[in-house]
């Protein structure tokens, strides 16, 4: 049984890439079920220097990113969608 299963060639090291109003790269995380779990980012400045991880809830897809908040849409369980909005608190800068 085993045998039979087939594994992929090579797994993507990212699913998406973001660019926010700051000009910071949010680099959304591969994960293999899009639809389970919360969504990790792992967030850039312009120099490539590692600013924060971020988790957003699951199923969100943002739109707009900007410095003091995080714009989206999330389905829920019925594949109905619903725009959200979340506060962004930046520690840096």
């Given at each position: 049984m085993y045998e039979a299963i087939q594994f992929p060639d090579s797994i993507p090291a990212f699913r998406s890439l973001f660019l926010d109003d700051t000009g910071?790269?949010?680099?959304?995380?591969y994960q293999p079920t899009e639809?389970?779990?919360?969504?990790?980012w792992r967030v850039y400045d312009r120099r490539g220097y590692p600013l924060a991880h971020v988790a957003g809830p699951e199923r969100f897809r943002p739109t707009d990113i900007g410095r003091h908040y995080v714009l989206g849409i999330r389905k829920d369980d019925l594949d109905v969608e619903h725009v959200e909005l979340y506060e962004l608190e930046r520690i840096r800068r």
């Open positions: 910071d790269l949010w680099v959304r995380e639809n389970r779990g919360p969504v990790r």
